[in-house]
């Protein structure tokens, strides 16, 4: 891979290779771009194939974390880290000792939290090296599981896409079709019943399903029933890439709305959603609810400003649509264009990049 070639095609601002021989850590830091001020993202730990997997991936999702954080209207830009590894069998103290020294060693410019293979107490080592990291346990006055805020958010957007596919943003008597009901699931599943929704649920865990049974009275239907059951909304919930030739075909929705990460399979399936004429909420932007609730940590955590500000996802998702109608755009291009839009504006007035907390 031709690194600086790859960095300039998309404006990546550093990339920081982290080894430790003692420890084992091998760990890459992307820093997309701190136009909008400190690059939020998390640490993940995955047993990639090869250097260049791992190097692809940090690049992938830290250029994500801007677009998502500009979006939500941060003042945070993107970044990311991978730990070269497996998450189950090659973790060890020292690594993440070793981690926080290089976090520090970017004196803000970068600030990391938990993400897929690291938990909260790997977060609490890297803590002791460094303040750059966030989604602490809440006894540490931090903010806590983000999954509640990423419901409520996603709650919020759902009745955004309500609003301009049924002319109503309640969403009492509607069905609405919960594909996964684990962390975020079931807090959306909460929001949906005391508003009236009816929910069709799926789900792999038994014990998750028997849950939003007994408390929300949720219809209960396979994995492979919940794309075609009848429904005024799909949330998907669970996995990435569940909107593609084969399931797009079958949906009954009139609207995608959902937590999920990478919702779309490939960009084209954006157009094959719009052309069954259904409505798609964007997955950046409606699942922006956690990470908004992380970056209220920055100056002290206060939940009830942080919940006000989960809300704003609303007035994002208005704007998305808005941009799709007048530059006659899909939600998902409208959605990009929300993030470097708001990129665009801090650039013109800043007259450059920032990025540090200090
Ligand atoms: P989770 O692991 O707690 O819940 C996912 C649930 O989906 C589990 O109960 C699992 O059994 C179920 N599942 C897995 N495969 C399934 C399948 N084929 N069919 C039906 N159900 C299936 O995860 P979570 O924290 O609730 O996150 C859900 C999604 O939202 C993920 O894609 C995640 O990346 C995304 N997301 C989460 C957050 C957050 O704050 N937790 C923030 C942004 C995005």
Redesign the pocket.
Known sequence: MKLFEVMEKDDYEQVVFCQDKASGLKAIIAIHDTTLGPALGGTRMWNYASEEEALTDVLRLARGMTYKNAAAGLALGGGKTVIIGDSKTAKNEAMFRAFGHYVQGLSGRYITAED?GTCVEDMEIVSEHTQYVAGLGKSRGSSG???P???YGVYVGMKAAAREAFGSDSLSGLTVAV????????YLCKHLHQEGARIVA????KE?LARVEAEFGAAIVS?DA?YGAACDIYA?????ATLNDATIPVLKAKVVS????NQLKEPRHGLALAERGILYAP?YVI?????INIANEQGGYNEERAYLQVANIRQNLEEVFRIAAVEKMLPHEAADRLAENRLANAKSLAGGKSGCLC
Not at 179 to 186: K, L
Not at 236 to 240: F, I, K, N, T, Y
Not at 287 to 291: F, I, S
């Open positions: 897929v599981d983000p999954s805020a990423t419901a594909q996964g009901v684990g962390h975020v699931g079931y799926a789900d792999l865990n998750a994995p919940i998907p919930c669970a996995l990435g959902g937590a999920a990460n997955d699942n922006a609810g956690g990470v």
